[in-house]
């Protein structure tokens, strides 16, 4: 059962046309990985779907209902949650204040306390101001900004970008307990390894169009695609 479809858009900053014609389907309680170097239109897509850069032309239906056009708030409402790439954690806000806050915006939320559960390193620092986190701390708070949601599908930004490499490896346990709990995932990567360990499927994008589609082992088996579109290096293959 199809829970988003992103079919042919267009998406512009002013008058610079990014995405060219881009289309993704999604099945509920996937996890399907958008990859490509910088610059290619990751982060734009993402923008497309949760009503932040909305697409010119093109539509965006989840659960065949069209989305397209709809204001942020409206698609966060359905049950849509971005973790942006650059986290937002509001900086004078505590960590409890920044889940509470979210927490506060959802129709369904989870409770608060869950998310310390699911993130036990953000316990003792639930008075903590987000400015003075450390860059994995702000990312489990912008995660479980999300996550206090209960979104049914999630976003994810680059999720691993400057994280050490425990803390990566935290994330992927956490997002792999979320997908058990039926969460949809759609995951952006520079570290393709992280992506891969997590996704059955991606797509590689390129200068605003999509490139290639296809499960993990297909992209995994072509070094061709990795070497042209991921900036993986093959030498030790
Ligand atoms: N606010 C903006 N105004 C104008 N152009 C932008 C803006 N944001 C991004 N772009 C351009 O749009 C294109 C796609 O950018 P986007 O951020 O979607 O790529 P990305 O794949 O997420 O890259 P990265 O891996 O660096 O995050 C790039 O050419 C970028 O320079
Ligand atoms: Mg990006």
């Known amino acids: 059962m199809t829970i988003l479809a992103v079919d042919d858009i267009d998406t512009y900053y002013g008058n610079s046309h990014v995405l060219h014609g881009i289309s993704l389907e999604i099945d509920e309680g996937e996890v399907v990985t958008l990859l490509g170097r910088n610059g290619a239109g990751k982060t734009t897509t993402m923008r497309s779907i949760v009503g932040a850069s909305p697409p010119r032309r093109g539509s965006i239906t989840y659960r065949g ?38 927490h506060n915006l959802a129709a369904d939320p989870r409770p608060v306390a869950e998310m310390y559960e699911l993130f036990p390193a953000l316990d003792p620092l639930r008075k903590n101001k987000g400015r003075n986190l450390s860059g994995g701390e702000q990312q489990m708070v912008s995660v479980a900004r999300a996550l206090v949601q209960a979104p049914d599908l999630l976003l994810l930004d680059e999720p691993t970008e400057g994280l050490a490499p425990v803390i990566v490896d935290d994330l992927r346990e956490i997002v792999r307990t979320v997908v058990e709990e039926e969460v949809t995932v759609l995951l952006t990567e520079q570290n393709v390894d992280f992506a891969f360990d997590l996704a059955e499927r991606g797509y590689i994008m390129d200068t605003g169009e999509i490139v290639f589609d296809g499960t993990v082992e297909e992209i995994q088996a072509r070094e061709d695609l990795l070497e042209t579109y991921l900036s993986v290096g093959t030498a030790d293959a």
Not at 73 to 87: C, H, K, M, Q
């Open 65 to 102: 209902e069209e989305i397209a056009g709809r204001s942020p708030d409206a698609i966060n409402a359905l049950g849509i949650s971005l973790v942006p790439e650059d986290r937002r954690v509001f900086p004078t806000l505590s960590v409890h204040e920044n889940l509470t806050l979210a």
